[in-house]
């Protein structure tokens, strides 16, 4: 059975960091690109970035690019988020979702982590 | 990195069809076939519904299904059930450098 669990969430200060892990289990995690997703309270669903399957590939949206960093550990089946610089609209559920399919697809998301809530507030 | 458009509410009474619209540009939906759909109920995870514009993934009911024209896709539930009360997304692959963007959402109730 396919497993994403996130952790790694809380409160932070403006300005702060923080950094969310992604635990899978259930699939050969080197094979597949790897996303994160947000949702701030009572909005929509944002994508947030993505790497490919080698982990050579990162992409960002320009909301977060130069804040925050993406990164995989194959041998540890682990997604990573660092997020930097962190401001009040950062404020969000982040889930780690599961490409369909290797390399850097953009093709959907099969499977989803229960969400790691990170609120930025003084 | 606009968001795709989509209608903030659609309605219908169990057993009518419903389709909901996903706008996007020559950019994005319009350029790939890489159109995915979620629903997602209150406090839980995204569930991929609908994939590359019209695919299904195993498990999800054959009333779900997708289309694409130009620059908009869109879904459609047929025989609507109190199941299908849920908010719903489209996600369209935009180039490597802009990624994936996802729809505004859509409210689906069943009446």
């Known amino acids: 059975e396919v497993q994403l669990l996130e952790s790694g969430g809380g409160l932070v200060q403006p300005g702060g960091s923080l950094r969310l892990s992604c635990a899978d289990s259930?699939?050969?995690?080197?094979?597949?690109?790897m996303s994160w997703v947000r949702q701030a309270p009572g909005k929509g669903l944002e994508w947030v970035s993505a790497i490919s399957a080698s982990g050579v590939n990162t992409y960002y949206a320009d909301s977060v690019k130069g804040r925050f960093t993406i990164s995989r550990d194959n041998s540890k089946n682990t997604l990573y988020l660092q997020m930097n610089s962190l401001r009040a609209e950062d404020t969000a559920v982040y889930y780690c979702?599961?490409?369909?399919?290797?390399?850097?697809?953009?093709?959907?998301?099969?499977?989803w982590g229960q969400g790691t809530l990170v609120t930025v507030s003084s | 990195q606009s968001a795709l458009t989509q209608p903030a509410s659609v309605s219908g009474s169990p057993g009518q069809s419903i389709t909901i619209s996903c706008t996007g540009t020559?950019?994005?939906?319009?350029?790939?076939?890489?159109v995915s759909w979620y629903q997602q109920h209150p406090g839980k995870a995204p569930k991929l519904m609908i994939y590359?514009?019209?695919k299904r993934p195993s498990g999800v009911s054959n009333r779900f299904s997708g289309s694409k024209s130009g620059n908009t896709a869109s879904l459609k539930i047929s025989g609507l059930q109190a199941e299908d009360e849920a908010d719903y997304y489209c996600?369209?692959?935009?180039?490597?450098?802009?990624?994936?963007?996802f729809g505004t959402g859509t409210k689906v109730t069943v009446l």
């Open positions: 590359e514009v019209t």
């Open positions: 259930g699939f050969t995690f080197s094979n597949y690109a």
């Open positions: 020559s950019s994005d939906v319009g350029s790939y076939y890489l």
């Open positions: 996600c369209s692959y935009a180039g490597s450098t802009t990624f994936d963007v």
């Open positions: 979702a599961k490409d369909l399919y290797g390399g850097s697809s953009g093709a959907g998301f099969d499977y």
